[in-house]
């Protein structure tokens, strides 16, 4: 068991460079699925939910070499394992990618029941849905999804949810389908376009990724190599933009998409921070407490879900009282109780927090329930007065490559222990 002890205090100041999307990786690497052939994958982010999805690729027979930290070259043709079991896809919430990609590549799979962070009930019934509007047959049982399809056929396919996993599931699936999918009320995040992007230089094509209508017009077959780059994390920027603004530091952010920040980047000005667009580059700054703001998640282009407790961190610490609505997920605002532990005010019932700022936070032993509750306790300890010890870090490791190193060259005083 490792643990992050953070003595705080400091004003974050320097450059970070941004890793590739972890939300777009976990869907990328298992639609190299679809291929018989190879691929370089790189802008890869060096984190443990990559490494268990390479793993389970491995399990069915994908051969991969990793060139640098970033890159790996995938090489699928030789795949013939068609199960993945629970205590894999139990670590992570995106091993539900791989029925999408295996129905598309051969009509036939089995998984263990996707995990994940515990931020309440997550179904996925519109994955499900989405498949069988395709053709095939969908069982759950014995902690066990199976899915198998003769043939999948083209189809309009209205989602009842915008959901970012649904949504990209159901375009992988379709790439090899006959005839035309239509996907309805599609999810719009970053890393869609990206897969849509990728699965296109592929050979697929999928139109309208961004947009809440995709179309995807099944292909024979896909090319036989080639390499792709991953989008930047939005939501890695995104937690580094909260930390400048917290620390009340001044932070360059390089290897992002502006425009992907948008959202962010509203909330930050109102609570009176500075950002700056560099183009593939922000500088995010602020030199006064922040100002109250109310918050309420909602899907892209709306405020992310993902830097809801970050921001709840720059909250706790502001000028006055805020409101954070949480419309995504029914359980988010675990962390508000350790942040609590800190010093916070923050009072959480159902999908709503009222925090009331305090001056300062205190350090203290606190745990990560989530990858993002983990982040943000991280920031919390950053400004804290004291020392804090940062227990659960494995859920950060999930998301965050080098975290500990990134804030340390920024200034903040982090060590990783072992119990
Ligand atoms: C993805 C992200 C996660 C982020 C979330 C929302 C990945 C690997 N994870 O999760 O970090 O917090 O988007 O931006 O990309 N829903 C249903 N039925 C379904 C699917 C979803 O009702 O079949 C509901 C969920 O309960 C939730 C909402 O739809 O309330 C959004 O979920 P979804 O966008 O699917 O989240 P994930 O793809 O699991």
Same mark, same amino acid.
């Given at each position: &068991?490792? %643990? #992050?002890?953070? $003595?705080?205090?400091?004003? #974050?100041?320097?450059?970070?460079?941004? /890793?590739?999307?972890?939300?777009?990786?976990? +869907?990328? #690497?298992?639609?190299?699925l679809l291929l018989n052939g190879i691929y370089t994958i790189s802008n890869l982010p060096n984190i443990s939910d990559v490494k268990i999805t390479c793993d389970i690729l491995q399990d069915f027979g994908a051969k991969i070499t990793w060139n640098s930290r970033n890159e790996i070259v995938i090489d699928t043709r030789e795949i013939d394992g068609r199960e993945a079991p629970i205590d894999k896809t139990s670590k992570f919430r995106a091993s539900y990618y791989m029925i999408g990609a295996m129905l598309g590549r051969c009509g036939q799979i089995e998984v263990g029941l996707p995990g994940g962070c515990n931020l309440g009930a997550r179904p996925i019934d519109q994955h499900i849905k989405g498949f069988e509007a395709l053709g095939a047959k969908v069982d759950i049982g014995q902690g066990k999804i199976s899915a198998k399809a003769k043939k999948l056929t083209g189809t309009s396919i209205y989602m009842d949810v915008? /959901?970012?996993?649904?949504?990209?599931?159901? &375009?992988? +699936?379709s790439v090899l389908a006959e005839g035309t999918t239509t996907i309805d009320n599609a999810a719009k995040e970053p890393h869609i376009v990206d897969v849509a992007n990728f699965l296109n $230089? &592929?050979?697929? @094509?999928?139109?309208? +990724?961004?947009? @809440?209508?995709? %179309?995807?017009?099944?292909? %024979?077959? #896909? %090319?036989?190599?080639?390499?792709y780059s991953i989008v930047p994390d939005q939501i890695e920027a995104g937690t580094f933009m909260a930390a400048a603004i917290a620390t009340k530091g001044d932070i360059l952010i390089k290897n992002c998409i502006p425009e992907h920040l948008d959202c962010i980047t509203a909330k930050i000005v109102e609570i009176g921070g500075h950002v700056e667009d560099l183009g593939d580059s922000i500088r995010v700054w602020n030199n006064k407490r922040p100002n109250k703001a109310n918050i309420k998640t909602l899907p892209y282009p709306g405020f992310p879900t993902d830097m809801q407790p970050q921001m709840g961190v720059v909250l706790s610490i502001a000028d006055g009282t805020s409101i954070i609505n949480e419309s995504i997920w029914e359980s988010r605002f675990q962390y508000t109780n350790e942040l609590n532990n800190m010093g916070a005010h923050i009072t959480a019932q159902g999908k709503t927090a009222i925090v009331e700022g305090v001056k300062e936070l205190l350090g203290a032993p606190v745990y990560a329930s989530d990858l993002r509750a983990g982040a943000a306790l991280l920031i919390a300890g950053i400004i804290a007065k004291g020392t804090t010890e940062l227990y659960n870090i494995n859920h950060i490791d999930r998301g965050y490559e080098q975290i500990e190193e990134k804030f340390r060259k920024l200034g903040a005083n982090i060590l990783r222990v072992n119990e």
């Open positions: &068991m490792e %643990k #992050l002890v953070i $003595t705080g205090g400091t004003r #974050l100041k320097g450059e970070v460079v941004i /890793s590739g999307a972890k939300n777009a990786a976990v +869907a990328i #690497l298992p639609a190299t915008v /959901s970012v996993g649904a949504t990209i599931n159901v &375009m992988i +699936a $230089t &592929m050979g697929a @094509d999928i139109r309208g +990724a961004g947009t @809440d209508v995709i %179309k995807i017009n099944g292909v %024979k077959e #896909l %090319k036989h190599e080639g390499c």
